[in-house]
């Protein structure tokens, strides 16, 4: 299984911003996916993991209300959408796969990873 991030950048306090993951290989193998992200000098975060086939998701308590993770069945694409930003989501932002239907917040859960993608909030 690849994983494909794409959509970080840069964004004003307040603003949004959507990242999406598309998937390829063997797909058939996953049971969800997750994202998290690493700050500088800190130790990766879950924030937030869907699964399937029910597509429900489950989010850190540190971006619910203001980040919707999604899927979109027929292109094996999720996308995280990131609303009401703070400077505190500044992170590199990684698209992770477990093989578990789990909503697991723990890394280790996750087999496949994807390369990350910066998101910068300035304030």
């Known amino acids: 299984v690849q994983l494909q991030a794409s959509g970080g950048g840069l964004v004003q306090a307040g603003g949004f911003l959507k990242l999406s993951c598309a998937a390829s290989g063997r797909t058939a193998s996953i049971g969800g996916l997750g994202w998290f992200r690493q700050a500088p000098g800190k130790d990766r975060e879950f924030v937030a993991a869907?699964?399937?086939?029910?597509?429900?998701?489950y989010y850190a308590d540190s971006v619910k209300g203001r980040f919707t993770m999604s899927r979109d069945n027929a292109r094996n694409t999720v996308r995280l959408q990131m609303n009401s930003m703070k400077a505190e989501d500044t992170a590199v932002y990684y698209c992770?796969?477990?093989?578990?239907?789990?909503?697991?917040?723990?890394?280790?859960?996750?087999?496949?990873w994807g390369q990350g993608t910066l998101v910068t909030v300035s304030s």
């Open positions: 992770a796969g477990r093989t578990s239907t789990w909503n697991s917040v723990n890394p280790y859960d996750y087999r496949y």
């Open positions: 869907i699964r399937w086939p029910d597509n429900r998701a």
